[in-house]
């Protein structure tokens, strides 16, 4: 199964699952994530359901570019990781 792994910057402001799933696209697997904690979909996503501008995702090490549709594919052995992008100086 694809694992769904939840850096933890995002637990300062909520519970933050480590999620296994047999969602073939990351759009799926992030709902499967939602459904055990439904308040990080507002952390995550933006409301048209894109990610939000302070998130990155990592699929088996390569960054996710598109930031809408999500529908970018898993494999069976997939890590996903979700992180909170850091910007400054």
Not at 2 to 18: D, H, M, N, Y
Not at 43 to 49: A, N, R, S
Not at 50 to 62: A, N, Q, S, T, Y
Request: aromatic share 8%.
């Amino acid at each position: 199964m694809a694992k769904l792994i939840f850096t933890q910057q995002l637990s300062r402001f909520t519970e933050v699952p480590e999620v296994e799933t047999l969602a073939d696209n990351l759009r799926d697997a992030l709902e499967a994530a939602f459904q055990v904690n439904p308040t990080l979909r507002g952390y995550i996503l933006d409301e048209q359901g894109d990610l939000r501008f302070h998130v990155v995702v990592f699929i088996d090490g390569k960054r996710v570019m598109q930031r809408s549709g999500l529908r970018d594919p898993l494999n069976s052995n997939s890590q996903v990781y979700v992180l909170q992008a850091l910007s400054g100086g």
